[in-house]
């Protein structure tokens, strides 16, 4: 199977043209290149269902956690 690449295929997509159109070049450029270099942000893990309380686990589905019996080892 052959390839065609199209003759459009190498122009930028629609929307950066809009926002050039809006924003203006250099702004367009400047906030891409910000885009690029910057890391991302990460949203922050969510709780641990184990340490969460009886009724926090209630509402959202989860089973009872069952009762905390301590062992020998943890009676000091």
Do not use: F, K, N, Q
């Not at 400047?30 to 686990?57: T, V």
Request: glycine share 2%.
């Amino acid at each position: 199977m052959i390839a065609h690449a199209h003759p459009r295929a190498r122009e930028p997509r629609p929307d950066i043209h809009r926002l050039i159109l809006r924003h203006g070049r250099a702004s367009v450029t400047w906030a891409l290149i910000r885009a690029l270099l910057l890391p991302r942000r990460r949203r922050p893990r969510p709780p641990d269902p184990y340490h969460l309380s009886p009724h926090m686990r209630r509402d959202i589905g989860l089973p009872p956690a069952p009762p905390h019996v301590p062992r020998y080892y943890e009676l000091r």
